[in-house]
T-cell receptor
Framework: DVKVTQSSRYLVKRTGEKVFLECVQD?????MFWYRQDPGLGLRLIYF???????EKGDIPEGYSVSREKKERFSLILESASTNQTSMYLC??????????FGQGTRLTVV | GQQLNQSPQSMFIQEGEDVSMNCTSS?????WLWYKQEPGEGPVLLIA?????ELTSNGRLTAQFGITRKDSFLNISASIPSDVGIYFC???????????????FGKGTSLLVTP
């Protein structure tokens, strides 16, 4: 199985700060994804990447950007954090047969 | 991406009862996946289904890929307190996963089990 590791379990940031969420996978998989999860809304796709330096917008990219400089690492950037970006953020990598493996999640609170 | 219709939204049952939940879609999928998410954790894969009509078991869990390729169900038999969590279905549109829209998720079924 693919192991996906997110750098932080919990983060508290101030409004206006630039926030970096890091995600690393231990297999050589091209496809990586960032989702946010909110009660009643399920998982919503923010950005995805299917190769190094390649990125595509998902359903809710506004206020976010991403970086994929190395195959194993996919970073989500909140350019200027706002309180409505308080959420659970989940990173995923797609392994063999199209199965998504998730990280443990980062609970971000913006105050 | 498309949001799948997952039901029920929540279930509150007694230990030992059987549980059934399902997902439907207006689109055909090539793959159906079922995940469980425990509080404060990321989703963990339970069962993957790759063929219409396929019935697959994983311990007390059984899942089926609907014959129309537009639905799937998950059953849990003889529930225990550690079954508590949110169960998500996910459908994949294409075997070519070079698309963020390849995976579509249901909103989840929240399961509570009382001893």
């Amino acid at each position: 199985d693919v192991k996906v590791t997110q750098s932080s379990r919990y983060l508290v940031k101030r409004t206006g700060e630039k926030v970096f969420l890091e995600c690393v996978q231990d297999m050589d998989h091209e496809n990586m994804f960032w989702y946010r999860q909110d009660p009643g809304l399920g998982l919503r796709l923010i950005y995805f990447s299917y190769d190094v330096k390649m990125k595509e917008k998902g359903d809710i990219p506004e206020g976010y950007s991403v970086s994929r400089e190395k195959k194993e690492r996919f970073s989500l950037i909140l350019e200027s954090a706002s309180t409505n970006q308080t959420s659970m953020y989940l990173c995923a990598a797609i392994g063999a047969l199209g199965v998504a493996f998730f990280g443990q999640g980062t609970r971000l609170t913006v105050v | 991406g498309q949001q799948l219709n997952q039901s029920p939204q929540s279930m509150f049952i007694q230990e030992g009862e059987d549980v059934s939940m399902n997902c439907t879609s207006s689109s055909i999928f090539n793959t159906w996946l079922w995940y469980k998410q425990e509080p404060g954790e990321g989703p963990v894969l339970l069962i993957a289904l790759y063929k219409a009509g396929e019935l697959t078991s994983n311990g007390r869990l059984t899942a089926q890929f609907g014959i129309t390729r537009k639905d799937s169900f998950l059953n849990i038999s003889a529930s225990i307190p550690s079954d508590v969590g949110i169960y998500f279905c996910a459908g994949q549109l294409s075997e070519d996963s070079n698309s963020g829209y390849a995976l579509n998720f249901g909103k989840g079924t929240s399961l509570l089990v009382t001893p």
